[in-house]
């Protein structure tokens, strides 16, 4: 069983950036895929960006080069460095750990851009 839990987020003005940060409560290692997806109000759960297997990331289309993801895995955290943040990235954000065996989500946390 591991536990994800992200910090970060908050309130950032168009332009801005953000880094989130998932910590897992255990190692994350062998993980298949990694990565954040979002959900506005209003909104399905979407993906945002991820790692998969050791080389290769997949990233939506509004991400547009203006996010990266990364993982340490000395700290078993995964990263999410948001640039040029616009108020349509407005959304609660979510650390995603994908297994073989086990799909793990964090909690959630809320990013908002506005002026």
């Known amino acids: 069983q591991v536990q994800l839990v992200e910090s970060g987020g908050g309130l950032v003005q168009p332009g801005g950036s953000l880094r989130l940060s998932c910590a897992a409560s255990?190692?994350?290692?062998?993980?298949?895929?990694t990565g954040w997806y979002r959900q506005a109000p209003g909104k399905e759960r979407e993906l945002v960006s991820l790692l998969i297997g050791r080389g290769t990331t997949m990233h939506a289309d509004f991400v547009k080069g203006r996010f990266t993801v990364s993982i340490d895995n000395a700290k078993n955290t995964v990263y999410l460095e948001m640039n040029n943040l616009k108020p349509e990235d407005t959304a609660v954000y979510y650390c995603n750990v994908q297994f073989y065996s086990n799909t793990y989500w964090g909690q959630g946390t809320q990013v908002t851009v506005s002026s």
């Open positions: 255990g190692s994350i290692f062998g993980y298949k895929a």
